[in-house]
């Protein structure tokens, strides 16, 4: 069948919400409901899941699921985080003419860093119709979602028009309901929760036809002792929508897909708010009303660290070198793991499934970043980390030359064996960063030169006990004994490992492995994981295969951002109901900028460049790359005969030019 690469060509009937100019997605509500949907959103101190959707009748629903990250409770461990759930109806209480609104239809849903929900009411019941039939006057209300950025609040607004011939009469009642939590549950004793109206004059309105009011609300909790904020609705939107615009004007990918252009900028939004102002510092959390105040070795030293320099967002930025601080607490003489996971705002430590390959997430990430950054000064502090992390690494391997562990990031999910081809994987891609990293550090030469040869060794160790035929495709198997296809088999095209690369691209599109949500974890079994198909795509574009990467990831893309479950990347299924954790909204950003522009560091100003411009686009584009300790500049491919110009632009201005040829490796220079 043939599929086309253009945007319209997958925002087809099928597709539930549709791109607006504005770079939203939009629901317009028809017959197809009733139909719900869930959404998490976060700030630097709260986050909020919102369960929402449009009933059979044609009303909103909407379940509000609360997270304060920094209100810990008893046991104070991973999940310990107060959360609670909100279906106050702030609405309900309204009163137009003396009577209450009734028979809403919503019209349509918009998603852009915040939930807005249009809908018209009529007002009383239907039985109240005037004589000839004619309807009471109409009222269009306009309620709008989002987290505060920076204050443990979900804030609401809420614009209620009139859009009938007459004119009405508003009461808006002012509304609090206050919680106090059980003293015994939680670590700073009871918690105060209200929910609240904010209203700037005394709630009596009349509106002529085609007025309209605004008043806000909030859900709001803090600890006994804090004051109770006050909030300003209006300063908070301006805020939130201040800071969707940071994160969508910072490395702004254009192609001639308009579907990919916004399932990138969505996921910046994801990989960008979730990170928490702990005790211990910001830390960025992965979310989905579990993981908050902590980080992970995958998630945030592997997933999404190396991702925030290209993006230039200080926070992203700040909570990486965070993380790896926290990291670097638990380095030891005798090369015993590293935690897992460092949870409770810093103050303990999760490590349940044992060394699942840690350090080699954390050596992989924080030697990327380290170059990424451009600063000698970080890099110096990440040193220490990341050289004792490979020393690990080295302990670890088996007689075989691999690197052992008692899990992976699955956390014994699936088996792993022994020794599993993602930790060796991450562990040899590291080794080649710190080859690099040693040059700029001016660290001894015979330093970088063992590095190398044991990069280049364990590439042997890596291809002889991992390199198999399964299930007839000349591809790896994931450890000794596996004889079943796993979507992991992707990680050695993600680290130039292009030995099995035709089969093992065959094996990951095959109908045993790829589904329309992406892949199985393992062939046979009904279970996801958007972390591995996100892996599997940037490895994919790595090896060359432009078209079928491009094709699978346009399919992958329309699901997630304009499907039944959106606007990001997810977790899994069936675990966590296909939560929207926040790094692997970074991993999808990665295959854009690591897949198909192919950028990989090779110094602090310096970069390998491999460009996969589809064959059907015309040019494509990054604008506003923050990395490598120079002014934000921009990467132009565009197509130019048989052959594709790269341009190096900064405020309009080429700084460099070539002329190259579609995937071909290009070594950059940038001062």
């Known amino acids: 069948m043939f599929l086309c690469l253009l945007s319209s060509c997958y925002t087809t009937a099928h597709s539930r919400w549709h791109i607006q100019p504005d770079r939203s997605i939009r629901w317009d509500v028809s017959q197809d409901i009733p139909h719900y949907d869930h959404i998490e959103m976060s700030g630097e101190m709260v986050s909020t899941v919102l369960?929402?959707?449009?009933?059979?009748?044609?009303?909103?629903?909407?379940?509000?699921?609360?997270?304060?990250?920094?209100?810990?409770?008893?046991?104070?461990?991973?999940?310990?985080?107060?959360?609670?759930?909100?279906?106050?109806?702030?609405?309900?209480?309204?009163q137009v003419n003396g009577l209450t609104l009734n028979n809403e239809r919503v019209k349509y849903m918009q998603l852009n860093g915040?939930?807005?929900?249009?809908?018209?009411?009529?007002?009383?019941?239907?039985?109240?119709?005037?004589?000839?039939?004619?309807?009471?006057?109409?009222?269009?209300?306009?309620?709008?979602?989002?987290?505060?950025?920076?204050?443990?609040?979900?804030?609401?607004?809420?614009?209620?028009?009139?859009?009938?011939?007459?004119?009405?009469e508003l009461l808006?009642?002012?509304?609090?309901?206050?919680?106090?939590?059980?003293?015994?549950?939680?670590?700073d004793g009871s918690y105060m929760l209200v929910a609240s109206t904010e209203l700037d004059k005394d709630g009596l309105f009349h509106l002529n036809s085609g007025d309209s009011v605004v008043f806000g609300a909030s859900v709001q909790g803090y600890k006994k002792g804090q004051a109770e904020t006050q909030p300003n609705i209006q300063s908070e939107l301006a805020s939130r929508e201040a800071f969707v615009k940071q994160v969508w004007d910072g490395l702004d990918f254009r192609s001639p897909d308009e579907t990919l252009n916004t399932a990138f900028a969505f996921a910046k939004i994801r990989a960008s708010e979730s990170i928490y102002r702990t005790s211990g510092g910001l830390m960025h959390g992965p979310g989905g009303e579990s993981f908050y105040a902590a980080i992970w070795a995958n998630d945030q030293a592997e997933y999404i660290n190396p991702f925030f320099p290209f993006l230039g967002y200080e926070r992203g930025n700040e909570s990486a070198i965070n993380s790896f601080r926290h990291f670097a607490r638990f380095m030891n003489p005798d090369y015993r793991p590293i935690p897992s996971s460092i949870i409770a705002e810093g103050k303990?430590?999760?490590?349940?499934?044992?060394?699942?390959?840690?350090?080699?997430?954390?050596?992989?990430?924080?030697?990327?970043?380290?170059?990424?950054?451009?600063d000698a000064r970080i890099a110096n502090e990440l040193w220490p980390l990341i050289e004792w992390c490979l020393a690990?690494?080295?302990?670890?391997?088996?007689?075989?030359?691999?690197?052992?562990?008692?899990?992976?990031?699955?956390?014994n999910r699936f088996p792993a064996g022994e020794a599993n081809l993602c930790t060796s994987t991450l562990y040899y891609d590291a080794l080649l960063s710190a080859v690099y990293l040693t040059g700029e550090l001016k660290k001894p030469v015979a330093l970088s030169a063992q590095y190398r040869k044991e990069a280049e060794t364990l590439r042997k160790n890596i291809a002889c006990y991992f390199e198999a035929n399964i299930e007839g495709y000349d591809t790896y198997r994931y450890y000794a004994g596996n004889d079943v296809l796993r979507s992991w088999i992707c990680m050695p095209l993600v680290t130039d490992i292009f030995d099995r690369k035709e089969g093992s691209v065959k094996a990951l599109f095959s109908p045993r492995l790829w589904t329309e949500d992406g892949l199985l974890t393992q062939a046979g079994t009904s279970t996801y994981w958007d972390r591995s198909t996100l892996y599997a795509l940037r490895g994919i574009y790595a090896a060359g295969e432009r078209e079928e990467a491009t094709r699978h990831l346009q399919s992958y893309s329309t699901q997630r951002l304009l499907g039944e479950h959106v606007p990001y990347p997810i977790e899994a299924w069936p675990e966590g109901n296909q939560r929207h954790l926040s790094a692997e909204s970074g991993l999808y950003c990665r295959v854009i900028t690591e897949g198909l522009f192919g950028i990989r560091p090779t110094g602090f100003n310096s970069f390998a460049l491999t460009p996969q411009l589809p064959d059907e686009w015309t040019f494509m584009e990054l604008v506003n790359i923050h990395a490598f300790d120079v002014p934000p500049f921009d990467i132009r491919v565009v197509r130019n005969g048989a052959r594709i110009k790269i341009l190096l632009e900064r405020d309009g201005k080429i700084l460099k030019s070539y002329s190259s040829k579609v995937g071909k490796t290009i070594q950059i220079q940038l001062k």
């Open 51 to 94: 369960r929402y959707g449009v009933n059979a009748d044609g009303s909103f629903s909407l379940e509000r699921s609360l997270v304060w990250p920094m209100l810990r409770t008893v046991p104070n461990n991973t999940h310990a985080s107060l959360m609670r759930r909100f279906s106050v109806n702030f609405l309900s209480t309204l």
């Open 172 to 187: 808006i009642p002012q509304s609090r309901m206050t919680y106090q939590t059980d003293s015994e549950r939680g670590v």
């Open 392 to 411: 690990y690494c080295k302990h670890k391997l088996t007689v075989d030359g691999v690197v052992a562990s008692d899990a992976d990031e699955l956390e």
């Open 348 to 374: 303990d430590i999760w490590n349940g499934a044992g060394d699942r390959g840690d350090a080699a997430m954390i050596a992989y990430g924080a030697a990327r970043f380290a170059l990424e950054m451009g």
């Open 114 to 168: 915040k939930l807005t929900v249009v809908s018209e009411f009529t007002i009383g019941h239907l039985r109240d119709m005037k004589a000839g039939g004619e309807l009471p006057p109409a009222i269009k209300v306009t309620r709008v979602f989002f987290p505060s950025v920076d204050k443990a609040m979900l804030c609401e607004q809420y614009t209620i028009k009139n859009i009938g011939k007459d004119r009405i």
